[in-house]
């Protein structure tokens, strides 16, 4: 098994399939956006050597992530990839919007969980935050995964002060009523938005805050 600078182990591998998206979130990406050109990307072929390969040395936790993975054409073929390369811990990072046509297909190729961002539940804000996303597409999404077996379901939520922060409270109210966790994600400067974001950071402790001030104190 492979080792990293410390020592450690390393079993659990990232795979960016591609750095496009169908959204435009403001703490992401900019909304012109130029991306890389597709030759500059890893093949489904060369991805799915690189599986092997990583399997071979003992990985045994894989993460899908992007941009947003759900593009990605051959999505179920490299999901069924690192299933055939012994690998059962699937997990894969989306933005949900074609999660209603995909959920049950992922399950059955080997998906054994996602996670989802949702950085609020009010439509106009949500469309504010994505640029291009529709909120309802999103939640059947949600369903579907959690029907299909998708589980336990993970709703990230990326804060962002002057669009979503008084949103907190209600996205903790989901832990409550769906078999969801909600997992608060803090502003990362980084790339073309570093500036929006580094003026838009919500703290983790306002966070808790908010929430305790609503719904009592958190314990660990």
């Known amino acids: ?53 990583f399997a071979h040395l003992g990985v045994d936790k894989v993460r899908l992530t992007g941009g947003e993975p759900s593009i990605h054409p051959d999505l179920l073929t490299i999901v069924r990839s690192v299933r055939d390369a012994g690998i059962t811990a699937i997990s894969m990072t989306t933005n949900g919007l074609k999660l209603a046509e995909l959920a049950r297909p992922l399950k059955a190729a080997g998906l054994e969980r996602v996670n989802v961002s949702v950085d609020t539940l009010d ?20 369903h579907a995964a959690q029907a299909a077996g998708l589980t336990p379901l993970k709703i990230n939520a990326v804060i962002a002060r002057g669009f979503n922060e008084n949103d907190v409270v209600d996205l903790a109210r989901l832990t409550l009523r769906e078999p969801w966790q909600v997992r608060f994600i ?30 009592g104190p958190l314990s660990p």
């Not at 410390?6 to 990406?29: E, Q």
């Not at 469309?127 to 939640?139: A, E, M, N, P």
């Not at 950071?201 to 805050?209: L, P």
């Open 1 to 53: 098994m492979p080792l990293d600078s410390y020592g450690r182990s390393i079993h659990y591998l990232r795979i960016s399939l591609t750095d496009k998206c169908n959204l435009r979130c403001v703490y992401c990406m900019a909304e012109d956006m130029v991306f890389m050109p597709n030759d500059d990307l890893l093949t489904t072929p060369e991805l799915q050597r690189l599986i092997r390969l």
């Open 123 to 142: 439509p106009e804000r949500f469309h504010r935050v994505t640029r291009w996303g529709k909120l309802d597409k999103v939640l059947d999404g949600i």
């Open 186 to 215: 803090e502003m990362m400067p980084f790339g073309e938005v570093a500036n929006f974001a580094q003026n838009s950071v919500v703290s983790q402790r306002e966070i808790m805050d908010r929430i305790e001030a609503e719904l």
